[in-house]
């Protein structure tokens, strides 16, 4: 008799909770709404979902909502590019106008070898640490190749190759983290108005002999190319491209070949052309990332 | 005055000395999942405390009239539709069931109102409120409740209650940020490979165990030192 008591009341409470509470929750659900704007959700469902935060904000739910409030302008997702930007553009009803993507560059082109009075060092691995102490190498401006900015990235598209961090334009989509890292602010962001670009590939700001003391390959600082390239300017002893000037049809020709080192340089993805003209030559294979792996970014430390 | 040391003794106990996590160790999953960094787990921390307090109002409210033997409700319930006064009836074969209901139900009401009329909070720890709505720990408290509503000599009452919920969220914060701070320290050590991630966590968890079994005996001290100086 008692069970049965139990089991008919507990019943009994069960279903008047369940009733109640529905009524309670369902009455929440519209008077608790939230008005959310549907272009929030248009522009969301249009980004790549990559929350890389190049844009500046935290993520892509936050710049999303910063569009849709009008406090952002609807060209700023890197890794979306101009497809994004438009369509983002087309849900806000705004122009917008041509973007470029950005990708980042390295302004140092000197590998293990040609980096003069280089030094044992034993510390902490990184270049954030290696870059406290001096007579690591000659140049204190050039990179370190400890691979701060390989271990940042998310996409694995920049690599420490003979000692020098080298990017994988394949790869890059321009989440501006390996610039933000580099302890030498060596790593800029430039917007790519061609698959190739030229770039100053140093970043030696120190007169011909300092640098010929500590490099092989920097910047001496001779002025040439700015002679004969319209874009390319003199700041002190080293020369900086004007990428608002720059154009992709900028003849560099003669620039490149004026200069006496090897500072100026292509960087990006192969033309055509380039790799025609390689085409008989016996090269290994573009290497993919291979994401099977578990190794960690303490792993290698040992 | 006896309710004032009775509160102080079940707060230091719930927070130090049967400190929800390292004592019971319930809620593993939170403190292991959101104790990364100082100030997630801070939140987190918050989160469950805010929680706990309201399941343990609630889950206080239906122990006491539905759920505990004896309880008023299931036997007026019972007399009105026209069994025998007088019927000791017990319910607590459905705690479990409707402790996770009334939590799950109150921590989506209190979502939806945060939302609506706090955004800021809501951004800062909204996001951990579904996360714990069946929090183990959250559960232990409201269970915890039940047992001293169980023997209807010694019945715990509301702030016995809320005390409890309160001291445990925060021996829980506690627990979860010192956790975090350890780990935040462990991502620069050179653990041997066989233990980094989870098995070290474990291992650091299990050490934090042990040092909190300093604090037993901490109440009776407690309850000493009060009594004396509510003699004074």
């Not at chain 1, 994988?168 to 321009?174: M, T």
Request: glycine share 8%; with cysteine; hydrophobic share 50%.
């Amino acid at each position: 008799m008692s069970t049965a008591i139990t089991v008919l009341l507990a019943a009994a409470v069960l279903a008047v909770l369940a009733v109640v509470v529905a009524y309670v929750l369902g009455w929440a659900n519209r008077a608790f709404e939230v008005k959310v704007d549907p272009r929030v959700a248009a522009v969301l469902e249009v980004l790549p979902a990559a929350n890389c935060g190049a844009c500046g904000f935290v993520g892509c739910g936050e710049y999303a909502e910063a569009v849709a409030a009008g406090n952002a302008p609807p060209n700023l997702c890197a890794p979306g590019g101009e497809n994004c930007a438009q369509q983002i553009a087309q849900i806000m009803g705004v122009s917008v106008e041509p973007s470029f993507p950005y990708r980042a560059v390295v302004h140092c082109a000197a590998r293990f070898n040609q980096r003069l009075g280089r030094n044992a060092y034993r510390g902490e691995p990184t270049c954030a640490a290696a870059n406290l102490v001096t007579d690591v190498q000659g140049c204190t401006y050039g990179c370190l190749g400890l691979g701060d900015c390989e271990r940042v990235c998310p996409y694995d598209a920049i690599h420490v190759i003979d000692g020098l961090a080298t990017v994988d334009y394949h790869q890059c989509i321009g989440c501006k983290r390996c610039a933000a890292v580099c302890p030498r602010n060596i790593i800029t962001m430039v917007p790519f108005k061609a698959e190739r670009m030229v770039v100053i590939a140093c970043s030696n700001k120190d007169f011909g002999p300092e640098v010929r003391e500590v490099c092989e390959v920097g910047c001496i600082g001779c002025k040439a190319c700015s002679k004969h390239a319209g874009p390319i300017e003199m700041a002190g002893q080293l020369p900086i491209i004007n990428y608002d000037a720059y154009v992709s049809e900028s003849d560099f020709t003669t620039a490149l070949e004026k200069c006496p080192r090897e500072s100026l340089l292509f960087v990006g993805k192969p033309t055509p052309e380039d790799l025609a003209a390689v085409a008989g030559e016996k090269l290994p294979d573009r290497v993919e990332g291979d994401f099977k792996t578990t190794v960690d970014e303490t792993e290698w430390r040992g | 005055m006896e309710i004032v040391i009775t509160l102080a003794q079940i707060a230091i106990g719930a927070a130090l000395i049967n400190n929800f996590v390292l004592h019971y160790f319930v809620g593993i999953c939170p403190f292991l999942g959101v104790s990364r960094r100082v100030d997630t787990a801070v939140g987190m921390g918050l989160a469950v405390t805010f929680v706990m307090t309201i399941a343990a109002m609630l889950s206080w409210v239906f122990t006491f009239y539905i759920l505990r033997p004896g309880a008023s409700l299931p036997a007026w319930a019972w007399h009105a539709v026209g069994g025998a006064p007088g019927t000791t009836i017990d319910l607590s074969v459905l705690s479990y069931i409707m402790y996770i209901f009334v939590i799950a139900a109150s921590v989506q009401f209190v979502e939806m109102y945060v939302r609506k009329f706090f955004p800021a909070m809501y951004k800062s720890f909204g996001v951990y409120l579904p996360l714990i709505t069946t929090n183990c720990a959250i559960l232990f408290a409201c269970l915890e409740i039940m047992k001293h509503l169980q023997e209807p000599s010694r019945l715990w009452g509301m702030p016995e209650a809320l005390t409890l919920a309160v001291g445990g969220g925060l021996g829980f914060t506690l627990a979860i940020v010192l956790m975090a701070g350890i780990r935040e320290e462990l991502d620069v050590c050179d653990v041997p490979r066989a233990l980094r991630g989870p098995g070290i966590a474990l291992i650091v968890a299990g050490i934090l165990a042990m040092a909190f079994m300093g604090f037993a005996g901490v109440d009776r001290g407690i309850e000493t030192t009060l009594t004396i100086l509510m003699k004074k």
